[in-house]
């Protein structure tokens, strides 16, 4: 598969967060990860998927999230979240926002199928390892400070 793949965090510079942001928004099309630093304040049209791999901290940046479906002529984006067990306190809090989610079970041997596969793609690609690492390490300085905030929802002692 042959698709161009951006990233932008918050370990980044704002120039190089601004050039990442305007060369996705010309490309035809494209795969852009990031970190909840791009949760807000993006213009995207015609997003067709938002895959949502963490739990957002509060059901405002899940709709500013998947909000970016909604935009563009067609509006017919689709959004997914991947919850861990541990996670499904955030289904009860975006439910009490009258978010309506449908809910499904994976066998593990199938998320882990998922998980061998993009770290074969990663793993063959330079690019992506060092953006994934970056991404990382920003993931891991926000969540623990989110968490001491929200250990309720996610049923942490």
Known sequence: MDVPVKD????QKQKKRTATYSEFKNDKSGVLLCTDVAQ?????PEVDWIIQYDAPHEPDDYLHRVG???RGANSNGKALLILLPSEVG??????KYNISLDEYDFPEEKLAQVQ???EMLVEKNYYLQEA?????KAYLHVSYFILIFLRHMFLIN
């Open 116 to 118: 061998d596969q993009l």
């Open 8 to 11: 932008i965090h918050g370990n």
């Open 90 to 95: 955030m289904i009860r809090c975006l439910k």
């Open 132 to 136: 994934a690492k970056d991404a990382y």
């Open 68 to 70: 970016r479906t909604a």
């Open 40 to 44: 807000r304040g993006l213009d995207i």
